[in-house]
């Protein structure tokens, strides 16, 4: 598997912000599909899918950190989004150029520094989060704004660097990074009444009300008929009768988004999002009826900037076609991690459980992947980093946490008995910092903070509904789970702060 030939494989790592797993119609051919993403589906059915692909730390500038680097947070420096990416890390974008690919990256960055000339031979990225109109970009030695919306004009870019801008001479590896599906999910004009009229099934758990678990999930600041809010989220300005149920930004916070736009684009917008403000304003609604109507309307946005995700990834796969550069590229489709689309009552991600800790992740690599192959092994995003360096004939340093998938490729092997998870930026969205470990089946999660440990038998509780750390049933299986949390804290020298000894602000 590994490449052994003359001609190294030019490298696509497309990846996306916030994209959960059950909005991707390849990956849920087995249950309910909330769209369809016939771009997206060709990387999964021309190459893999891996079923079981999780993250390390469920929040954006960690996990992207981890990626790069192949490392646990703590290892990597970046615990959580205040975090930059030292210099001194390692990553694989550096080694490939090292080792005499070019290198690029374009889109959503994230890490709190610019990009390093060791690591990209071009870049041109999204300030912090960026934003969907008319966005800036930072480039070496300044910024640039572009008009239009950012997934094209990202998709744009990178298209310009593969045709005109790198070394032809070398082999590529160009990383399309989408700002996409970032809250606040405001798609492009094409798909403004993407969906109308349509009612999306609503998750089993809805109406979660978080009993037999930790009582710290009472205390969560992202369910969707709580705490999210009127104008920038859900797109209504005047909610009438309703409006005290949720908070509005001050009209500042109008610039990030709305104060961007051209007169011609804010029109489109109004006469666009008009009807939902309208319908909002008729009448008051119930309890249940507006946390149906504000989940409808939270999936209807969600869905239509996925819908322009897919739209560029079948820019990029129709170039490479074009390109004659198929045959010999890999191809990488994942986020930085899940996102909850209702599940729970809840957007957003952080917590362990499986909406948020699973991410995407589908390869596409013609003559060295079987089409249409699916793997249900358990995988990290601390193995991309290690597969692409070894596919590229590149030597993996030991200080990566990761293992390349290859191998599951290859024979099937598996690569992991567990994972571990942590997540340290307590207090965000009321969610505590918290780790644990996930096996094939089972879960245990350990709120440190409030000194309680949390059991999931996922095959007979996949929605994750009820711990079983006290049932005596389970207590072999508790011990066993909580030798290899005891195991993997210490393979990846967790310190006791980050613990029952250390010190955390009350939830």
Same mark, same amino acid.
């Given at each position: ?12 790592f497309i ?13 849920? &051919?087995?249950?309910?599909q909330?769209n369809?993403?016939?771009n997206? +589906? &060709? ?6 899918v891996?079923?079981?692909s ?6 954006c ?5 981890s ?22 890390q ?9 080792a ?18 060791? +690591? ?13 109109y ?10 640039v704004? &572009?008009e239009g ?16 801008g790198?070394?032809?001479e ?10 996409? %599906? ?10 403004y ?14 109406r ?24 920038t ?15 509005s930004?001050?009209?500042?916070y ?7 736009m ?7 917008w109004?006469?666009?999002y ?5 319908f ?21 946005d ?15 796969l ?6 004659d550069?198929?045959?010999n ?30 991410? %995407?992740l589908m ?5 060295k992947?079987?089409?249409?192959a699916t ?6 995003n601390? +193995? ?20 390349s998938l ?26 505590p ?11 245990l ?7 309680e ?10 929605m994750e509904?009820?711990?079983l750390?006290d ?12 030798q ?15 613990g ?6 009350p939830?």
């Amino acid at each position: 598997m590994k490449n052994n030939g003359t001609k190294p494989p030019n490298i696509l790592f497309i990846m996306s912000d916030d994209h959960a797993v059950q909005a991707i119609s390849a990956l849920n &051919r087995d249950r309910v599909q909330l769209n369809q993403t016939p771009n997206l +589906d &060709r990387i999964a059915d021309e190459g893999c899918v891996f079923k079981n692909s999780f993250c390390c730390n469920s929040i954006c500038t960690p996990s992207r950190a981890s990626i790069l680097t192949g490392k646990h947070s703590l290892q990597n420096g970046v615990l959580t989004l205040s975090d930059s990416l030292a210099d001194d890390q390692v990553t694989f974008a550096g080694l490939l150029k090292e080792a005499g690919y070019t290198t690029a990256l374009v889109g959503k960055w994230h890490l709190n520094c610019e990009p390093k000339a060791e +690591d990209f031979d071009f870049w041109e990225v999204l300030p912090g989060q960026g934003c969907y109109y008319n966005p800036d970009y930072l480039v070496p030695g300044g910024t640039v704004r &572009r008009e239009g919306y950012v997934t094209d004009i990202t998709t744009d870019t990178m298209l310009n660097w593969l045709e005109t801008g790198r070394d032809q001479e070398k082999p590529f590896l160009a990383c399309l990074q989408f700002k996409a %599906p970032h809250r606040p999910w405001m798609p492009p004009p094409r798909h403004y009444h993407l969906y109308d009229g349509h009612t999306f099934p609503e998750p089993e758990n809805l109406r979660d009300d978080y009993r037999n678990r930790c009582d710290v999930l009472k205390r969560n600041k992202m369910e969707i008929a709580k705490h999210m809010t009127w104008n920038t989220d859900l797109k209504v300005h005047d909610a009438g009768p309703n409006q005290s149920r949720l908070e509005s930004f001050p009209e500042t916070y109008g610039e990030y988004e709305w104060g961007r736009m051209t007169p011609e684009q804010l029109k489109a917008w109004n006469d666009a999002y008009d009807a939902r403000g309208a319908f909002v304003r008729s009448h008051e609604m119930s309890d249940e009826e507006f946390e149906s109507w504000s989940y409808q309307a939270y999936v209807t946005d969600y869905l239509r900037v996925i819908a322009a995700v897919d739209d560029n990834v079948g820019r990029a796969l129709q170039y490479l076609k074009d390109s004659d550069l198929e045959d010999n590229t890999i191809v990488i489709y994942c986020a930085d991690q899940g996102f909850y689309l209702g599940e729970h009552r809840w957007f957003d991600k952080r917590w362990m459980f499986e909406e948020s800790m699973q991410m %995407p992740l589908m390869i596409r690599w013609p003559g060295k992947i079987k089409a249409g192959a699916t793997y249900e092994q358990l995988v990290q995003n601390i +193995d991309y980093a290690p597969t692409l360096l070894e596919a590229c004939g590149v030597d993996v340093p030991e200080s990566m946490h990761g293992t390349s998938l290859l191998r599951v490729i290859e024979d099937g092997s598996s690569i992991h008995e567990d994972l571990y998870y942590h997540y340290y930026l307590h207090g965000g969205h009321g969610v505590p910092a918290h780790d644990g470990v996930r096996s094939m089946r089972y879960k245990l999660l350990h709120y440190y903070t409030q000194g309680e440990f949390n059991l999931f038998d996922l095959e007979e509780d996949p929605m994750e509904m009820s711990s079983l750390h006290d049932d005596p049933a389970y207590a072999d299986i508790l011990a066993d789970m909580m030798q290899r949390y005891e195991r993997a804290r210490k393979q990846y020298d967790i310190p006791k702060e980050y613990g029952p000894e250390g010190t955390f602000a009350p939830m």
